[in-house]
């Protein structure tokens, strides 16, 4: 396999593929990691900690189900913001414990002029309506217009796959 | 949040993991150190907050455009008399990681992601096509940090 990016290589690769599914629950999950590749755990775990601090890996810990622990509505949240103030807007919002994702995105005139996403958690539309009343409040009139498209419905849901 | 099945321990452990679980030989014994509890019942708890569906998953969460691919999140309005058909054609794309309907003009949202970024045109492109709709294709300029979400 061809390696696009620089800061991965093949045995990150193989890394990346044994866990991207979870980690075994057991006392020592890195050494069960590193005996189904054949490699040192030493290795599996300088790996892991070097993808960490390059931002491959996001974090390491649970995932939670939100539908499963009541967290049922979801709502995508879209802000027509100036592009030059998107960033100070999105450093507000993303450091908002409700906002899961937070991210800026081009606008598409003139089908859609929104440039911040942030996705809004709550057990129903009326806490997320009452969230992004919040965001809403904490922008003030750096935004011009805002939506909320709710989920309806999963269409497909695969996640991350990559070949090891 | 006060789900009944969920006891004091299990919340803990939900709200304290969703990130920094250590990186070393025996990273159960040194996280339950920090909740107050024991290795093999952090271990054990785990396990069935798992199988009970509570946690869709545990371990490390990749990002997927620093491993050298790309990602965009597409969108497109769909005639509802044709959506069925329209999600099975988006949906057969390998490509195709997540798709939402949302309930908005714009009813098909879906994440598109691949190792070789130009593969993205022609996936996108290929919709267009075989759909005869246009889709938009949104991309990330920037994301912003993100703490620990989701309290329970």
Known sequence: MTTRSSHTDDIDRR????TQGGLPLVREPYRAVAKDLGLDPEVVMARLQRMLER??????GVVPNHYALGVTANGMSVWDIPDDQVRSAGELVGALDFVSHCYHRPRRLPDWPYTLFAMVHGRDREEVER?????AGLLGDKQSGHEVLYSTRILKKTGLRIAA | MTDPSLDAVDRRIINALQGGFPVCERPFDAAAEELGIGEAELIARLDVLQDSRYLSRFGPMYNAERLGGDVTLAAMEVPRERYETVAETVNAFDEVAHNYARDHRFNMWFVVAAE???????VLCQI?????????????LEEFFIGLKVTV
């Open chain 1, 55 to 60: 931002g491959v890996i996001r974090r390491i």
């Open chain 2, 116 to 122: 070789q970024p130009e593969r993205i045109a022609e």
């Open chain 1, 131 to 135: 969230k992004v009343a919040e965001i």
């Open chain 2, 128 to 140: 267009e096509i075989e759909t005869g709709l246009q889709v938009l294709s949104l991309p990330k």
């Open chain 1, 15 to 18: 890394i990346i593929g044994a």
